[in-house]
């Protein structure tokens, strides 16, 4: 699911070409795309862009009239940019937003329709679209711990949860935590002070360094190529690569249509963290050691 850095990113990239532009058309290829009525799509038509926003991990396009088209990409919506009136047959495009120098084409792999656009009226309609979590960088260390330890949650669902942190996912919980050096399961009502400041500290140093590396390609290009894993990343994605701060292999916890990527030494003392599919396979054989683990190699 595009992220913070990736929605910045995408924004970033949009502004130049759609903002002062007029929407000519809108082609809504898939039905299951549009989740509003009113006001409908067509109030968008003929308008000029006055602007590009973000709300959490949503796109807002303003439009005259204060009309907002509200594009949430979930997990695997894309957009891009293309020659005007781009032709778009396929099963994987969703929508196509025409201007007179180019179109931005929504796409969604896969089978499951999860991508969603909505189109509402005025900023107060808009932000109820925002699930209420705080900006990283709108606020300090004490209002982010607060937010995070108002329950009792591990920081991987506090960090990925949009009614408490906005625009983090799995991807960046992951980098924040490895270069917090915290375990994803560490429970917030858990953490020392001094844990707290690295915390806040890696969270915003990991979401600036992102946000500055996918700009500046966005500048260079349209981000044509979002993803989840990438090769500069340190931990998310690279199950079984070396950990670049200590060279211990990355381990995982699969659940559904996820992972969660950590390095058992820096961030879990040695300890192996217990993937469910796994655990239930070898049950009194899961290694929960590095030492374990590596005797299990072995055998």
Not at 74 to 83: K, N
Not at 177 to 195: G, M, N, Q, V
């Amino acid at each position: 699911m595009p992220e913070l850095p990736d929605i910045t990113a995408y924004i970033s990239a949009m502004q130049p070409r759609v903002v002062g532009q007029t929407i000519q058309g809108i082609r809504i290829v898939s039905p299951f795309l549009l989740r509003t009525a009113q006001p409908p799509i067509s109030a968008a038509e003929g308008k000029q862009v006055l602007a590009i926003e973000r709300v959490g991990k949503r796109i807002a396009i303003g439009v005259e009239g204060d009309f907002w088209l509200v594009i949430h990409l979930m997990i695997a919506g894309r957009l891009h940019w293309r020659p005007p009136s781009a032709k778009v047959g396929g099963r994987n495009n969703l929508a196509a937003f025409d201007f007179q120098n180019g179109s931005l084409v929504l796409t969604e792999a896969g089978s499951k329709r999860r991508a969603s656009l909505h189109v509402v009226a005025g900023r107060e309609a808009l932000q109820l679209m925002n699930p209420g979590g705080i900006e990283v960088f709108a606020t300090d260390l004490i209002g982010f711990r607060a937010a995070l330890s108002a329950e009792n949650r591990t920081l991987k669902r506090a960090l990925t949860d949009p009614r408490i942190v906005s625009g983090i996912g799995n991807a960046y919980s992951d980098e924040i935590l490895h270069a917090a050096e915290l375990s994803p399961i560490t429970l917030s009502h858990k953490l020392s002070e001094a844990e707290w400041a690295r915390l806040f500290a890696a969270t915003r140093a990991t979401l600036q360094l992102w946000i500055e590396r996918l700009g500046a390609e966005a500048l260079k290009a349209f981000p044509e190529k979002v993803t989840a894993f990438r090769p500069e990343m340190a931990a998310h994605g690279r199950f079984g690569q070396p950990c670049p701060r200590c060279g211990t292999a990355i381990q995982r916890i699969r659940y559904a249509d996820n992972e969660t990527d950590y390095c058992p030494r820096c961030q879990t003392g040695g300890k192996l963290l217990a993937d469910r599919s796994l655990s239930r396979l070898l049950k009194s054989d899961w290694p929960r050691t590095l030492d374990e683990l590596e005797a299990l190699k072995r055998r």
